[in-house]
């Protein structure tokens, strides 16, 4: 078989059925949802990769649910790998540090992008239970630091020390980037 009627074969069996949900699994997975700035691409860097992944595996076309499984982990981490690239040229999060962290609002959006939520739980990993709540604060609720002091029942300069302390203890996270 040439590799133009390979390519055929593999988009029709991905539009056969329901083979194409496969994709659309995978973005929800990812929490992709289609108000996404890039949806409408990363479903067809998903479909492209259904089609690659379909001619890797001819060994396992006896049996489709075998096979489905393996395509649709092969989109998933081609979409992730995707999601991690443009996530890192594009989040200040990752250059700016800390500094940069205290500029932003953090809505459903921000929070559904798969890096910024993995950076966000390791983040709290590191952090002890008055550090969680500064973050959560700052970050999830979007208040100021006054308005923290108020609910927390603590001086603003208690704040600033906390501040420093997640500044240290996180430094392993972003490197270097924290200093300037």
Known sequence: MDNKTDYQTAFDFMLEGDHEVVVFGVLKRLNVRPWHEHYQDLVQEGRLEFVDAYQKYPDQRDDEKQMLSYIYQSVKWRLLDKLRRSTRVSTP??????????????????????????????????????????????YLEGKTMSQLSEDLKVSRKTLYVWRNQIKTKIKPIWGNTLDG
Request: charged share 25%; glycine share 6%; hydrophobic share 50%.
């Open 93 to 138: 999060i990752l250059r700016g540090g800390v500094e940069t962290l205290t500029n932003l609002s953090f809505d459903d959006e921000a929070l559904a992008d798969v890096e910024t939520k993995l950076i966000f739980n390791n983040v709290l990993a590191v952090l002890n239970e008055k550090e969680q709540l500064l973050i959560r604060g700052l």
